[in-house]
């Protein structure tokens, strides 16, 4: 720039030499060193105002410099005041939530566990452990016996009860009134036992434990499912009653008529007519019947419709006629 302003005063000055020789030629040095000096103070005037920009822009420099290192100051004082402040809330607030939780301890009833939760007691007398309440409970039919004597559907259940594990399946009936005729009276492993031998599938029994274990003992008795077994013992592990020592008679041996032949125990008269001497022959009364589907229907002597032959004789009736009865 300044090599250039120099040139341009040079021409300035020559300029105002050729027109005052022409009008006044004394005057012309007086007027080249008046514009020189005036070029010299226009250069020192432009060096002063680049010389102040600089040190504006400098001080500029310093003044974002120091903004940048307060700002940097003023972050570390920030974090940790607000650190300390957030942590503690935080552990407290964990604290409060897991004060009712105490899954996994010891406990002998619900009352020893935290809210929402069971005590768990596998076996009789025993401690158990707290866990989580399994809420509600599916239709899932999976039996098991609680110490209270009770068949629960399901373990869900039990824990809902509160009520501590036997064992699994139903709980045992011993001692219980049943008839053979309703099947599920007595409990898993047991049968429904008559006072005396026979097989009157109406008289009540007790509900008896079916043995373990049998002697080889040979005392053939027959069964009141038409069966032989070597002993008494055998027949009731096998869940049945004794109809008679000895072997099993034969089914289709003559019954009823005018002379009133009469059936062995565990089998029943199956007459085909209704009037009084009818005779029949004597079949195995059964204990109970399978499912039957649609046209086994049979009517009794007795005007009421069978679904089978085997829930006629399950009933010791005659045959009236095969089919729906007549209304």
Request: proline share 9%.
């Amino acid at each position: 720039m300044r090599p250039f302003r120099l040139a341009l005063l040079l021409g300035l000055v020559l300029v105002a030499s050729v027109v005052g020789g022409c009008s006044s030629p004394a005057s012309a040095p007086a007027s080249v060193t008046d514009v020189a000096a005036d070029a010299s103070g226009a250069d020192t005037t432009a060096d002063t105002a680049s010389d102040t920009a600089s040190d504006t822009a400098t001080s500029a420099d310093t003044a974002l410099d120091t903004a940048l290192d307060t700002a940097s100051d003023t972050a570390p004082d920030t974090v940790p005041d607000t650190a300390p402040d957030t942590a503690p809330d935080s552990a407290s607030d964990s604290t409060t939530a897991d004060s009712d939780s105490t899954s996994g301890a010891p406990c002998t009833t619900a009352k020893d566990c935290g809210a929402e939760e069971v005590c768990n007691i596998g076996a009789c007398g025993s401690t158990g452990q707290c866990q989580p309440s399994p809420g509600m409970c599916g239709k899932i039919y999976a039996p098991v016996c609680g110490c209270d004597g009770q068949t629960y559907p399901n373990d869900c259940e039990r824990l809902l009860a509160g009520v501590a594990l036997a064992k699994p399946g139903v709980c045992p009936t011993v001692g219980k009134p049943c008839q053979i005729v309703k099947a599920g009276e007595c409990g898993e492993g047991e049968y429904c036992q008559l006072p005396q031998d026979g097989c009157n599938y109406k008289n009540l029994g007790v509900c008896s434990p079916k043995p373990g274990t049998c002697t080889g003992e040979s005392n053939p008795v027959c069964g009141c499912d038409g069966t032989p077994y070597p002993n008494p013992c055998a027949a009731a592990a096998a869940g049945f009653n004794v109809a008679n020592s000895g072997e099993c008679p034969a089914t289709g041996k003559m019954c009823g008529g005018i002379a009133g032949f009469m059936c062995p125990a565990g089998m029943v008269c199956d007459r085909k007519d209704c009037y009084p001497d009818a005779a029949g022959q004597c079949a195995w009364q059964p204990a109970s019947c399978p499912p039957v589907g649609p046209g086994e229907e049979e009517c009794g002597c007795n005007g009421k419709t069978y679904l089978s032959q085997c829930h006629r004789l399950l009933d010791d009736m005659g045959l009236k006629a095969a089919g729906v009865c007549a209304p």
